[in-house]
């Protein structure tokens, strides 16, 4: 193996492809970043059983060949170097890399030993990249952590026709987002449980592309996987995961068809005030919000400590209500709305509230955020 490429390029698509590697690595190969030089190009390709990342970039190779080194350690390398072509070569169990008068030997491990990456699925559709990311950001926000519940840290994505849902629940909170793709049939009709951290990295990690394909192999016995394909100026980025098992909640039904109270407000107002009043909030305790006659207040504290009040303007529509909530939880689901104004609407006090933002017609845009309210003091 012997190539010459770009240092830019090469540290881009390195680290891309790094960025998958398992932190506590089962087998040693795993750790492992496989470099395949043939006329194409380079392929860097990293794979966990779990999760594949493969990376094409355009490079002169002089002589085909491949070889599996530390990941880790290349990505560190391959920043550091100037500005300078990188030249590789394999000299017996050592890979050399040469970069201006930089120079460095790196150990090879066993390419023989490295697992077969999974193929890529046949495209299901594409999406534009930076709606995907948005859109998987914020479904993201409400997906558990807990891998005591596995179920529950992957997010739903449900396909159906020309429009992608992704759901997520902690038990605690549930987030729906909604956005339209092009689908490569018109009726097209699957459901995924996708990890929520490979969903919301990879979607991350895609935008560099006008585009995103999907594609999605499911099966009811939880062996099926989900790829992710953009091309940006640097080349192809591919990544596969395998997708979650078990049944996720039917949650949908969550979200209530009708609301006895709804309240308007300011999202940054609102916002700057439960940060203020959450400062005196006991650990594990609820901020209180009261809603009556055009005024939301929010309260924290007790009697024998130290207590927070503010009062926002608020567009109330309905009965008066006094309910709380987690306020951690209730500043993620706020900093995940992009409106200006938020909705929040409640059919009693002791139900869950449902967020969403509003523009200046009283549309949404695609995000719902569902709250669990908290027992108050």
């Not at 559709?125 to 998987?136: D, E, I, K, N, R």
Request: contains cysteine.
């Amino acid at each position: 193996m012997k190539f010459s490429v770009e240092r830019s390029a090469l540290a881009d698509a390195v680290a891309w492809a790094a960025r998958s590697l398992p932190v506590r690595p089962s087998v040693p190969v795993l750790a492992g970043l496989l470099i395949e030089a043939t006329s194409d190009g380079l392929t860097l390709s990293t794979f966990d059983y779990e999760t594949s990342a493969r990376a094409t970039l355009k490079a002169e190779v002089q002589e085909d060949g491949k070889a599996l080194v530390s990941g880790r350690l290349l990505a560190d390398i391959c920043r550091s170097l100037p500005n300078k072509p990188v030249e590789m070569t394999i000299d017996g169990n050592r890979v050399q890399l040469t970069c201006g008068s930089a120079r460095f030997s790196l150990q090879t491990m066993p390419d023989d030993e490295y697992p077969t990456l999974p193929e890529m699925p046949s495209a299901t559709g594409v999406v534009p990249s930076q709606a995907f990311a948005h859109a998987v950001t914020q479904a993201v926000t409400a997906a558990g952590r807990d891998d005591m519940l596995p179920v529950l840290t992957g997010v739903r994505v449900e396909i159906e026709g020309a429009t992608i849902s992704l759901l997520a629940t902690d038990r605690f909170r549930l987030s729906h987002r909604e956005l339209e793709w092009n689908p490569r049939t018109p009726d097209e009709s699957v459901a995924a449980l996708v990890p929520a951290k490979v969903l919301a990295d990879t979607a991350k990690s895609l935008t560099s592309g006008g585009e995103v394909t999907i594609a999605l192999s499911a099966s009811g016995s939880g062996d099926g996987i989900i790829g992710f394909e953009g091309v940006g100026e640097g080349g192809v980025r591919r990544t596969t995961t395998r997708l979650l098992d078990g049944e996720f909640p039917k949650v949908r039904s969550l979200f209530p068809n009708e609301h006895l109270t709804t309240a308007t407000v300011d999202r940054e107002e609102l916002v700057e005030a439960v940060k203020r009043v959450a400062l005196v909030a006991e650990r594990n305790t609820a901020v209180q919000l009261a809603f009556s006659d055009g005024v939301l207040t929010l309260d924290a504290g007790t009697n024998d400590e130290a207590q927070a009040s503010e009062s926002i303007v608020a567009n109330i529509e309905g009965d008066h209500l006094t309910t709380g909530f987690n306020p951690q939880f209730l500043l993620d689901g706020l900093g995940a709305i992009d409106s200006k104004t938020v909705e929040l609407a409640f059919t009693q006090a002791s139900k869950p509230v449902v967020m969403r933002g509003v523009d200046e017609d009283g549309q949404g845009g695609g995000f719902r955020y569902l709250l669990m309210p908290r027992r108050l003091l």
